[in-house]
Structure formats: structure tokens, C-alpha cells
């Protein structure tokens, strides 16, 4: 079993930082990546972000990219997403996975969830 913890969200003005945070527990040592997804009122679960953790390669949407950086702390066993330059329509739920198998493209890639992370941006 694992369990991914989310924490960070909040609500900013449009063009503010925020920083999330997923700390994984239980049996993690044999994944292949790490991903954020979103979820806005109305929509799908989307893509954001991922980290591969052979090599440390990293992924991201293109709507994200260039604002938001992924990341990893092998000692506290956690993946962070950096947030900025954020806009009213990142407005969502964010979810980190956790995958055994794969890129990390794909939502049936991963094997566990967090509880999500809401994220508001003002206008």
C-alpha cells in the first residue's frame, strides 16, 4: 500500500506562487513516476506534470509549461510542484499519483492518489 499526502494549495491573485507538496509513505521504492494532475469544475482530470524516477526526467502540459517546475526530495520522499505566474484557469484540484509502470502521461497509469489540493486563482 502507499499513501500520497497533498498539501500547499490555497488561494492566490492571478500571477502569484504557490508550491505543492505530495508526500508518499508505504511501498514506494519500486515506482516509475510521479505525476500532478488537475481537475476544474466541469472538466476531466488532466495532465500536468511528471517526474520519472530512474533518471529524474521530467514532463509537463504545455499550457504549464515554462510556469511550473516538478521536483523531488529523495530524503523526505517527496515531490513538489512550483507554481508560478499562475492564472485563473489553473484554477483546479490537484492530485499527485504515484505510478509502478509507464511515463506518467496517462491517469490509468497510476496505482495511487492523494486526496487532491485546491487551487484558486483571482482575477
Known amino acids: 500500500q502507499v499513501q500520497l499526502v497533498e498539501s500547499g494549495g490555497g488561494l492566490v491573485q492571478a500571477g502569484g506562487s504557490l508550491r505543492l507538496s505530495c508526500a508518499a509513505s508505504g511501498r514506494t521504492f519500486s515506482r516509475s513516476a510521479m505525476g500532478w494532475f488537475r481537475q476544474a469544475p466541469g472538466k476531466e482530470r488532466e495532465f500536468v506534470a511528471v517526474i520519472r524516477w530512474s533518471g529524474g526526467s521530467t514532463s509537463y502540459a504545455d499550457s504549464v509549461k515554462g510556469r511550473f517546475t516538478i521536483s523531488r526530495d529523495n530524503a523526505k520522499n517527496t515531490v513538489y510542484l512550483q507554481m508560478n505566474s499562475l492564472k485563473p484557469e489553473d484554477t483546479a484540484v490537484y492530485y499527485c499519483?504515484?505510478?509502478?509502470?509507464?511515463?506518467?502521461?496517462?491517469?490509468?497509469?497510476?496505482?495511487?492518489w492523494g486526496q487532491g489540493t485546491q487551487v484558486t486563482v483571482s482575477s
Open positions: 499519483g504515484l505510478a509502478y509502470y509507464g511515463l506518467g502521461y496517462e491517469m490509468t497509469e497510476y496505482d495511487y
